[in-house]
């Protein structure tokens, strides 16, 4: 079969206008996220929904996440409370998806038959504006083929979707943030419970709504039973093909030993005045946890069409802001299946 790539459409209004067409018609398009890039169907339409999974190989029982282009519009899917609210108000366009009980509008298909719907608003404009000229809300999961590491920019997506229904997708540049967002579970608003660590830190959620947020257990720890309760949380997944192997500490003095067929990726750029060896890579110039996030996949991806043996990374230490989740992507990364 001919290899066929999706076209990439920069967000003018002539082709927002053409991409919305294509999924009033029930086709997918990609779109770009802060996050990462998503790949978008009418999330009030089973059929085309239903397309989203089969060019991921996406298992039916992983619901998918519902974006609207203005919080106001949360009625329109799902059943709000108060605690949604302030945490829409407060963070809403942004990284932050919220779990409710859902309205009879939203597909089975949709929420893998829950009775609850995920929803967010991003803060892309393009991706916003999509949505608005689409007039429904767009499903989408991040676009990867299930299972491999998320995109965080167009040129990602082409490459690893080519060869499904995929034609289309919306060139917004490079994500922002770098990993998804944070999944809080509210449809019991007075147990908010995390379901994934993500671009939005617990600390600032905790202290908008006043109240300790019930965390997940610790990746390494999540069985197949643990990983029903937040559907699609498998202990193995944003995996390259290459093994990884991770390090809680890993000076450049240890680095420097690892042998040179296999890569490694330190969250800093070292300080080292002896010349480093070309199988060293790093993350940010200094440690900054946005900058490790952002380029945390891409440097993956890049590494992963390498020949190299393994991919040793440096995990980050500290328990705030995005290091959470920046430890659940890399340790799901290395995780045996
Ligand atoms: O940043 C993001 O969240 C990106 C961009 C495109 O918005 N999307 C994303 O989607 O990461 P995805 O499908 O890769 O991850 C969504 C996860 C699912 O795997 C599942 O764990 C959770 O959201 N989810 C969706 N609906 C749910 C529900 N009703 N109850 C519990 N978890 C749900
Ligand atoms: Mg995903």
């Given at each position: 079969?001919?290899?066929t ?21 029930g086709g997918?398009?990609?779109v ?16 085309a ?9 996406r ?30 108000e ?7 998806t ?49 299972g491999?590491?998320?995109p ?28 998804e ?54 202990p ?28 490694i990726?330190l ?13 060293i ?11 490790i ?5 891409s ?8 020949t ?16 959470p ?13």
């Amino acid at each position: 079969m001919p290899k066929t790539k999706p076209a990439l459409f920069r967000p003018t209004p002539a082709n927002l206008t053409r991409l919305a067409n294509q999924l009033r018609r029930g086709g997918i398009v990609g779109v770009p996220a802060e996050t990462v890039y998503g790949l978008a169907a009418n999330a009030l339409d089973a059929t085309a929904c239903a397309r989203i999974f089969k060019a991921k190989g996406r298992p039916a029982n992983d619901p998918l996440i519902v974006h609207l282009a203005h919080a106001a519009d949360i009625g329109n899917v799902a059943i709000t409370n108060s605690a949604a609210g302030k945490l829409a108000e407060a963070f809403w366009p942004g990284p932050l998806t919220l779990v409710l009980p859902k309205k009879p509008c939203v597909p089975d298909l949709v929420t893998s038959g829950r009775n609850t719907v995920a929803v967010r608003v991003p803060a892309h404009p393009g991706f916003r504006r999509l949505i608005k000229a689409c007039g429904f809300p767009l499903a989408a999961p991040s676009a990867n083929p299930f299972g491999y590491i998320s995109p965080t920019c167009a040129v990602h997506v082409r490459d690893s979707l080519c060869n499904t229904e995929l034609r289309a997708i919306l060139d917004g540049g490079d994500c922002t943030i770098g990993v998804e967002s944070t999944i809080l579970d509210l449809s019991d608003p007075n147990h908010p419970r995390l379901l994934r660590p993500g671009g939005l830190s617990l600390e600032k959620i905790e202290a908008v709504l006043q109240q300790k947020v019930i965390k997940p257990k610790t990746s390494a720890k999540l069985t197949l039973n643990s990983a029903a309760l937040a559907p699609g949380m498998l202990p193995q997944h944003y995996s390259p093909h290459t093994p990884v192997r991770l390090h809680p500490t890993l000076s450049p003095k240890r680095a420097q030993q690892i042998p040179a067929n296999e890569a490694i990726v330190l969250l800093c750029r070292p300080r080292e005045k002896t010349p480093l060896k070309p199988n060293i890579f790093w993350l940010s110039e200094a440690g900054q946890l946005a900058s490790i996030a952002r380029n945390l996949f891409s440097k993956l991806r890049e590494l992963d069409k390498g020949t190299w043996l393994k991919i040793h990374v440096e995990l980050p230490s500290s328990n705030e802001g995005l290091a959470p989740a920046i430890r659940d992507r890399l340790t799901r990364a290395a995780a045996k299946g």
